[in-house]
């Protein structure tokens, strides 16, 4: 199942929007992975346990520009702090904080940033390696880390839907893998906070 993030490819002369596809997808060795398409051609390919590091340290880069635009707001109204001045004590703050976690993102760099015309917080995004760069909004972003988190937890279902299909219902691994690659295809659009009408099953 297919998950994709649009994103602003705000450094680029055109301009496009782009998306970043998040799937589980299966390795030539049958192994089942998450896999985060940035571009047609740049891939990266996480287990169950790194997807959820990465989409963790998504969550922190989105935490940390968020906490610093509260900071910067707090201390302009307490008064006695000229804006430069509060933007000096934000660089200062994030200075002594750790490094965001860049092996758990990968090829996917972040950095926090505060909107100077808006005060708002965002992400500005980057591909290692890449010229382009897009920002994301908070929303944007945990919306990235909740796609990655869905595939993670996917992955093992993949693998056991593709096991009974070859297994209980005689399928041939091929077509069972096809069936696993369409079955996003048979989920219906689930509004925000719906809950669906069926008895729970055990187990």
Do not use: N
């Amino acid at each position: 199942m297919a998950l994709t993030a649009d994103r602003t490819s705000s450094g680029s002369a055109d301009g496009e929007l782009a998306a970043i596809v998040v799937r589980s997808d299966r390795s030539i060795d049958g192994v089942f992975h998450v896999s985060i398409a940035y571009t047609d051609d740049l891939l990266a390919a996480f287990t169950r346990a790194q997807a959820i590091a990465y989409a963790v340290a998504v969550v922190d880069a989105v935490a940390r520009a968020e906490f610093d635009v509260a900071v910067a707001l707090q201390l302009v109204d307490a008064g006695g702090s000229t804006v430069p001045q509060v933007g000096e004590q934000v660089r200062s703050l994030r200075s002594d904080r750790a490094p965001l976690d860049v092996d758990a993102l990968g090829l996917l760099q972040l950095r926090p940033g505060i909107c100077e015309f808006t005060g708002a917080p965002y992400l500005h995004c980057q591909v290692r390696g890449q010229a382009e760069w897009w920002r994301w909004t908070p929303a944007e972003a945990e919306k990235h880390a909740m796609d990655v988190l869905h595939s993670a937890t996917t992955v093992a279902l993949d693998e056991g839907y593709r096991r009974h299909l070859v297994t209980v219902v005689g399928m041939d691994t091929s077509a069972a893998l096809t069936l696993v690659a369409m079955l996003g295809e048979c989920r219906p659009p689930r509004p925000p906070g719906a809950v669906p009408d069926v008895a729970p099953v055990d187990g």
